[in-house]
Each structure stands twice: as C-alpha cells, then as structure tokens.
C-alpha cells in the first residue's frame, strides 16, 4: 500500500487545474503559491512564456502584515501593477488549494484593485 502525502495530493489537483486553465497576454493567468510564511502571485502569460506582474510578501509594505492582511495587500499590490502592465482581466488559478482563507483573500484583493476574473 502507497502513502501519498498531502504535498502529492495538491500536485495532482494542480496539474488537473493547469491542463484547464491557461493565460494569454490579453487575459493572463493569476498563479498562487502559499507558503507557511507568506504568499506569492503573478501573472502569467503562458503563450510566450513570460511574467507580467507579481507580488510577493518578502516586500518591504508586506512583510509587516500577517495572514489575510497579507494576502489581502498583495492581491491589491498585484492589480494595481497589471493595470501598469495593461492587464484588466485574468484567469484564477490556486494551484490546487482550497478558495478558502489566505487564497480567497488575495483573490478579493485582486477585486477590489481592479483586476477582473
């Protein structure tokens, strides 16, 4: 009998999401990463490869705040530079976790900045 942990569980749900989900330049996708210490988002473009925008919570304006403070911040950190980038709509990607506390907060601020998914 195999064990799988709760890291290859979210693997697996992250995978079944990115063969779905998929940015281009006019409407990139907005990747999530939780860490146990912060948050990080950007926009990608999956087309050409690239970064339009991110936000991470190692930032000085970030760094300060915990939890969904945090999230909340970054997310409208991050729509206010894709609204620089040109950037007005996104698809939402949380990379397998649950829309729930920390993931949902930052997709509010996103919402909230602007940025529409």
């Known amino acids: 009998m195999?064990?799988?942990?709760?890291?290859?569980?979210?693997?697996?749900?992250?995978?079944?999401v990115r063969a779905k989900v998929?940015?281009?330049?006019?409407r990139p996708r907005l990747s999530v990463y939780r860490s146990n210490r912060?948050?990080?988002?950007?926009?990608?473009?999956?087309?050409?490869?690239?970064t339009l925008a991110a936000a991470n919570w190692t930032e000085a304006?970030?760094?300060k705040l915990r939890g969904t403070e945090q999230?909340?911040?970054a997310g409208e950190l991050l729509a206010e530079r894709a609204k620089k980038a040109g950037v007005e709509t996104c698809v939402f990607d949380r990379s397998g976790y649950r829309y729930h506390g920390r993931v949902k907060a930052l997709a509010?601020?996103?919402r909230e900045g602007g940025l529409e998914f």
């Open 38 to 50: 912060g948050i990080f988002a950007q926009l990608i473009d999956d087309v050409d490869g690239k």
């Open 71 to 73: 999230a909340k911040k």
């Open 2 to 16: 195999t064990v799988v942990t709760n890291r290859q569980r979210r693997q697996r749900r992250r995978y079944r």
């Open 61 to 63: 304006e970030l760094s």
């Open 22 to 26: 998929s940015g281009t330049a006019e």
């Open 108 to 110: 509010e601020g996103a």
